[in-house]
């Protein structure tokens, strides 16, 4: 069965550290991965898709990037956080009914 | 206007109640629909997909309206353990909406 794995699960950053976030897949082969950020009571928020190795498309133009360096990797960074990038950060893979999965998610404050 | 829009809530209903919740989309080119479940502070899980003759999976029922850009999610005889944030999420092309979601709580 596939499972998704993220971390950390709590990140406590300053304002203009970097940041790496990463995300597993395990027991798919070629997932279409992604990331999305959920601020505090609000909706989810689709920052990055990936159909492959190497291949990212953006949603929303910020300090964030995203890279896929193996077939079931998929990380989120950034060179400078700001405050508003604090939320609960979440991978998710897609199924084959075009259902996604989310990984448990990490938790990041920016202060 | 948002692309999905639910109700947010919150709803607080007793044991045992029955509970509706609505969700409009606006791009009618969607073509799959769903309703997640998240609890406080963890991953949304999937509850169940929405067909469009309606399906039921024990006391939940979701129904889909294609040509009012409609769907809804009914629980009868709610649990305590029903009380999360219910997800309404639509699916175009490459591409998952997801609505802000609407907060249930069943009291005792």
């Known amino acids: 069965s596939q499972t998704i794995h993220q971390w950390p699960a709590t990140l406590v950053q300053p304002v203009g550290s970097p940041l790496s976030l990463e995300c597993t897949v395990e027991g798919t082969s070629n997932p279409n991965l992604y990331w999305y950020r959920q601020a505090a009571g609000r909706g989810l928020q689709l920052l990055f898709y990936s159909v492959g190795i190497g291949q990212i498309s953006s949603e929303v133009p910020q300090n964030l990037s995203a890279s896929r360096p193996q077939d079931r990797q998929f990380i989120l960074s950034s060179k400078k956080l700001l405050l508003s990038d604090s939320g609960f950060y979440l991978c998710a893979w897609k199924g084959g009914g075009n259902e996604q999965f989310f990984g448990p998610g990490t938790r990041l404050t920016v202060l | 206007r948002k692309e999905v829009e639910q109700d947010p809530g919150p709803f607080n209903v007793p044991e045992g109640a029955t509970v509706a919740f609505n969700c409009t989309y606006s791009?009618?080119?969607?073509?799959?629909f769903f309703w997640y479940r998240q609890d406080c502070r963890k991953e949304p899980k999937l509850l169940m997909s929405v067909y469009s003759s309606g399906n039921e999976d024990g006391r939940f029922t979701a129904q889909l309206n294609r040509a009012s850009q409609y769907i809804s999610l009914l629980i009868r005889d709610s649990k305590l353990s029903d009380s999360a944030t219910y997800l309404c999420?639509?699916?175009?092309?490459?591409?998952?909406?997801f609505g802000a979601g609407t907060r249930l709580t069943v009291k005792p």
């Open positions: 999420v639509v699916h175009t092309f490459n591409d998952m909406r």
């Open positions: 791009n009618s080119a969607s073509q799959s």
